[in-house]
């Protein structure tokens, strides 16, 4: 949406100032001067918050229901729950600040998952399943089961990935450049904050 880019700062003194209240960093003193990348990798509240304002409630609200975080995924369990979230008409200055930053709305596990391999795969949204197919007693398949494409995002070049998961790849570049990690690294990585590369996405950096 043109709202953030490589080329951007944000400060971060350890709160920022919402309509009638302070949001606080998770960091108390603050994150000082940052670029996007570096915001990204601190997870700064509010430079997140500076930028869902730019975004505005409408963008934000579109983006989110894109994803598939207003409704349940449609998986093969039972019990699935349903999301709680600010609605774009109720969604103020404060509500949207909030948001922005991952809080004051309740996504389950297998949404949040959904929502990531859609930002990685191109921009489709599936319904994720447990079962594989269903098979008799001699082991002979009887009903595979399809993969449903829920919604297709946006994008920009029909060839290629979403723009925005292109952008996400050259901060993951510039931040860490990692390559060729295994799972074990990966979730050790991951639990830190820290993000990757994979060599099958180089050509796309630009």
């Known amino acids: 949406e043109g709202t953030a880019n490589t080329g951007n700062t944000y400060s971060c003194p350890g709160y920022i100032r919402v309509a009638d209240r302070t949001i606080r960093c998770w960091k108390g003193g603050g994150h000082g001067h940052q670029t996007l990348a570096q915001a990204i990798q601190n997870s700064c509240n509010p430079a997140f918050i500076t930028i869902g304002q730019l975004v505005g409630a409408s963008t934000f609200s579109k983006y989110f229901k894109a994803y598939g975080l207003t409704g349940r995924t449609g998986i093969d369990l039972p019990g699935e ?114 993000m990757i590369i994979y060599d099958e996405f180089d050509s796309k950096l630009g």
Request: charged share 20%; hydrophobic share 35%; proline share 5%.
């Open 81 to 194: 729950a349903y999301p709680t979230y600010h609605r774009e008409e109720k969604m103020g200055i404060t509500e949207l600040s909030s948001s922005s930053f991952g809080q004051t709305f309740n996504i389950t596990p297998i949404q949040m998952i959904s929502a990531v391999s859609a930002a990685v795969n191109g921009g489709y949204l599936v319904t994720p399943h447990v079962v594989k197919s269903l098979t008799d007693d001699n082991g002979n398949e009887i009903m595979p089961l399809r993969h449903k494409l829920v919604f297709t995002i946006d994008r920009t070049c029909p060839d290629e990935p979403l723009e925005s998961f292109i952008f996400i790849r050259r901060i993951n570049h510039r931040m860490n450049g990692w390559k060729d990690i295994s799972f074990k690294q990966f979730s050790s990585l991951f639990k830190k904050g820290n």
